[in-house]
């Protein structure tokens, strides 16, 4: 018996070591796995724009499911490790005190994905390391094991609110007045003023210095959150590249915006550490001189939800309709080729959204003055920089909220108008203003968005929005009284639909 328990006494230890230490290491995968897991879901909304806020989120979420998570030092610790450079954040970190056997990494781009396609901003990797002593299989030569959780999250949408105030994917075109954005602007292949005069594209920053008050992405803490592109507080030109159409850009930082057909960015010329994320500053030379531009070749387009329709189920789409002051709040949709008239003859128009179908189009009619519309949606309390710019017109603001019957908002419908995108060409006018007298000016409060289609106003016709645009093709003319304008506002800005999931 003796000698067959020596013979056999090995075997019986392997077979206790798989039995303890195997069992008690692949418990701590799993747990190691679920944190990173977690990790890298809450990190990777904020991606592609923002990879330090990732880094941070991710830190963050891990450190709360974590064995230190009541240690008070440790994330404020961890997050000033974070190193970020030519567009790669990277961090590695190890657990507190009796922890230290832990080790904490991440990185976006991922440092080490098993598949080399998740290799881009739009991915964060996170890995959580832990070193142990195992008990029984010491004794056959495994004296330590080192465990790992190891995930990639990715995100398929923009992180909050996209990074463009306004987008207009063809160019845009003005006339004798100058376009005033606040926020980032993109103008795809350039600026066509309808004439010199007073004619110029400015782009201002919303705050300067960004605050609690105006912070509208939670990136207050960021080490340097007016060179990072956010859209709360940057004003940025960005083009698909040298620009095609219209003047070269002359930069000047700060107000009065530029005229004679200039551009204005009030973030300053484009440089490495001012441009929006995602772009980067190009030059070329024209005429001898060369100019230098912020460029991102294909922005992506913004995952924005479509409100919801709210009339009766069976109810035809409005189709030649008009709609004017006390027309019912709702959310309607346009039929396909349809035209639908907005009349402010009567005053302003209050909580209404449209979606269009195909080929359906918006027309602005019987207006000599400045009115605004409002989104379904629409929440006057809510929004200071809305209601601010409604007192700017000679009008009244609206005395209740655009809210469903609980008095909460009804669901996503915060798209003034919304449109399916479309390749069509030429691209249809989707939103007009042509013959309604001088100095119309007429307020968008809600999220303005036809990717692949026109927006076109005459002459002395000019366009405003709080919330923001997003339009295939811009054509305000505006005129000596009326300044187009679109300022970013969260408050009112079309909420994104943001793909996260876990690839490894």
């Known amino acids: 018996m003796l000698v067959v328990t020596a013979l056999l006494a090995l075997v019986l230890i392997g077979a206790t070591a798989l039995a303890v ?4 290491n692949t418990q701590s995968r799993r747990s190691l796995q679920n944190i990173t897991d977690s990790a890298a879901l809450a990190a ?3 991606l592609p724009s923002n990879q330090n806020q990732a880094m941070k989120d991710a830190l963050d979420d891990l450190d709360r499911n974590s064995p230190w998570s009541s240690d008070p030092t440790w994330l404020a610790n961890a997050q000033a490790a974070i190193t970020c450079a030519g567009g790669t954040c990277t961090v590695s970190y190890p657990g507190p005190g009796s922890y230290s056997n832990y080790t904490v990494s991440a990185s976006t781009p991922p440092a080490s994905p098993k598949n080399s396609a998740y290799n881009s901003s739009s991915y964060i990797q996170v890995d959580l390391t832990q070193s142990t002593t195992n008990g029984f299989a010491g004794a056959v030569g495994f004296s330590s094991s080192t465990e790992v959780g190891h995930s990639v999250g990715y995100s398929a949408g923009p992180s909050t609110f996209y990074d463009y105030a306004f987008f207009s994917k063809v160019h845009a075109g003005s006339g004798n007045q100058q376009e005033q954005i606040y926020g980032d602007a993109y103008l795809g292949n350039g600026y066509s003023p309808q004439s010199s005069g007073k004619a110029g594209f400015c782009a201002f920053q919303l705050t300067g210095k960004e605050t609690a008050a105006t912070d509208t992405d939670n990136d207050l803490n960021d080490p340097m959150p007016d060179s990072g592109g956010d859209v709360d507080d940057q004003g ?15 930069y000047d930082v700060g107000p009065p ?4 057909g200039g551009l204005s960015a009030q973030s300053g010329p484009p440089s490495a550490s001012n441009c929006p994320p995602a772009s980067a500053p190009q030059s ?4 001898g001189t060369t100019y230098s531009v912020c460029v991102q070749a294909a922005p992506p387009l913004p995952n924005i939800i479509a409100p919801t329709v709210t009339t009766a189920s069976g109810t035809p789409a409005l189709c030649g309709a008009t709609i004017s002051n006390g027309y019912a709040k709702g959310v309607y949709a346009v039929g396909a080729n349809c035209t639908v008239t907005l009349d402010f003859s009567s005053g302003n128009i209050d909580c209404v959204s449209l979606v269009l179908g195909a080929g359906a189009s918006v027309s602005i009619t019987n207006k000599k003055g400045q009115n605004y519309i409002s989104a379904f949606g ?15 017109l000679p009008a009244v603001a609206p005395v209740a909220a655009c809210l469903g019957a609980s008095g909460t908002e009804p669901g996503p419908n915060k798209s003034v108008i919304w449109s399916p995108n479309t390749s069509a060409s030429p691209m249809p006018t989707a939103l007009s203003n042509a013959a309604t007298g001088c100095c119309s000016d007429t307020l968008f409060l809600g999220t303005v968005y036809l990717p692949g289609q026109q927006v076109s106003f005459a002459t002395n016709q000019a366009m405003e929005d709080v919330g923001m645009v997003y339009v295939g093709d811009w054509d305000v003319q505006s005129g000596n009284h009326p300044n187009p304008m679109v300022q970013f506002d969260g408050a009112v800005a079309a909420p994104l639909q943001t793909i996260l999931r876990l690839v490894e």
């Not at 070329?284 to 005429?287: A, D, K, L, Q």
């Open 236 to 250: 940025h030109l960005t083009f698909a590249g040298p620009p095609s159409v219209g003047p070269n850009p002359s």
């Open 284 to 287: 070329y030379t024209s005429g």
């Open 257 to 260: 915006c530029a005229g004679s």
């Open 378 to 392: 629409f929440d006057p309390t809510t929004s200071a920089k809305a209601v601010a710019a409604i007192n700017a």
């Open 21 to 24: 230490d195997l069992s008690a």
């Open 44 to 46: 990777a909304r904020n």
